[in-house]
């Protein structure tokens, strides 16, 4: 088992930056990448970004690349994503999740409102 918890959402001016960040507790051994996600309201959860915890390799969605950041470290079993120049549509609650297998996400967060008010 892997306890996630996420904390740093908030709300924000559009234009603005927030970083997120997702602490790994449990069975951490066995992460092979962790990846943000978020779900606005009404809309299917979109994924954001993931970062391979041993190599360090990243791969964003189109929707943040350019704009978003993500990073780790192992040290303290956390990962972070730094988002900036935040936009209204960027409103949604950002989970973070495990995978122990490529694309195999079994462990998820609670979830964190990033609000980008206009």
């Known amino acids: 088992q892997v306890q996630l918890v996420e904390s740093g959402g908030g709300l924000v001016q559009a234009g603005g930056s927030l970083r997120l960040s997702c602490a790994a507790s449990?069975?951490?051994?066995?992460?092979?990448?962790m990846a943000w996600f978020r779900r606005a309201p009404g809309k299917a959860r979109e994924f954001i970004a993931h970062?391979?915890?041993?190599?360090?390799?990243?791969y964003y969605a189109d929707s943040v690349k350019g704009r978003s950041t993500i990073s780790r470290d192992n040290a303290k079993n956390t990962v972070y994503l730094q988002m900036n120049s935040l936009k209204p549509e960027d409103t949604a609650v950002y989970y973070c999740?495990?995978?122990?297998?490529?694309?195999?996400?079994?462990?998820w967060g609670q979830g964190t409102q990033v609000t980008v008010s206009s």
């Open positions: 999740a495990v995978a122990g297998r490529p694309a195999k996400y079994d462990y």
């Open positions: 449990g069975r951490t051994f066995n992460i092979y990448t």
């Open positions: 970062i391979n915890w041993k190599g360090g390799s990243t």
